[in-house]
């Protein structure tokens, strides 16, 4: 039997990330040879995988990251099945180096098909997968593009999120941290009303009219009341019309114009874990 050495063992685990043991194992089965001992262990990977396939994976890292002059972002969420995996130091890290490499891609499909240290970054799951014993997979991605964007990350890496300006003006980057904040914080459902999809639209008109008539207010009344009310349901879950969350006497577009009366919230991305 070949002798497998603690230094080739360790060489393996630090390349892998798997356990002392399963990379001894590996060895013993490869007879010595490096590259298979690393192929058996990524078979055991997808082994764990498809054991897995079914299990829910709502716990992870949620990361944001820009792009060098800023103009372009990325949030993705890795995630796992466990709050105890979430928050180790490894598994933050490789979310981080995730979302670093996702900032040169358009689509969560070709992310997952490029190279991530000799492997696909689908594959680097499926090993991950049979490292830790849980199920890991890409959750949430999402890009967005403006002449300025900011981000920001809860703590805790459970929500993640981006935002666009129309401008990258003086205070910009301020600006547009404290409106990802406010996303993050008050999880609006469209940027204006115009973002609203017109079947939520119809529906929160009909619950009005419900509300209404079960207050006895006339039928002829009811379309511009429930008019009303809808004004406010676009109010509190439209980003840029919900009141600003550090001065409540200013709405997110107030306080956005407080800064240059040009600036505008272009677009936003929210990724949240759970």
């Known amino acids: 039997m070949v002798k497998i050495t603690a230094a080739e063992v360790n060489k393996l685990r630090q390349t892998t990330g798997a356990g002392m043991m399963d990379c001894k194992n590996a060895l013993v089965e490869a007879e010595g ?25 709502s716990e992870g890292a949620a990361i944001a990251k820009i792009n060098s002059d800023n103009t372009s972002g990325v949030i993705i969420s890795l995630n796992c099945e466990t709050d105890f995996v979430a928050k180790n130091d490894s598994f933050v890290t490789l979310a981080n180096e995730l979302a670093e490499l996702a900032l040169g891609f358009d689509s969560k499909e070709a992310f997952l098909s490029t190279d991530f240290k000799g492997i696909s970054v689908q594959d680097k799951l499926i090993e991950q997968t049979g490292v830790i014993g849980e199920k890991i997979e890409i959750g949430g991605f999402e890009r967005l593009s403006a002449p300025f964007v900011g981000s920001y990350i809860h703590a805790g890496n459970k929500i993640a999120t981006l935002v666009g300006l129309s401008a990258a003006v003086n205070g910009a980057d301020v600006v547009a941290k404290d409106v990802a904040m406010q996303a993050a914080a008050m999880n609006p459902i469209a940027l204006d009303q115009e973002g609203v999809d017109q079947s939520i639209i119809d529906k929160e008109i009909e619950i009005a009219k419900d509300q209404l008539r079960q207050e ?59």
Do not use: C, H
């Not at 040879?33 to 994976?57: C, H, M, P, T, Y």
């Open 33 to 57: 040879d490096f590259d298979k001992a690393i192929e058996i262990l990524r078979k055991k990977g997808q082994k764990v995988a498809a054991n897995r396939a079914d299990r829910e994976s």
């Open 216 to 274: 006895g207010k006339p039928e002829a009344m009811l379309d511009n009341i429930a008019k009303g009310k809808l004004n406010r349901f676009f109010k509190d879950n439209t980003l840029v019309n919900q009141d600003f969350i550090k001065d409540g006497k200013l709405s997110v577009s107030e306080y956005v114009k407080s800064v240059d009366s040009n600036l505008k919230v272009t677009d936003f991305k929210r990724v949240a874990l759970g």
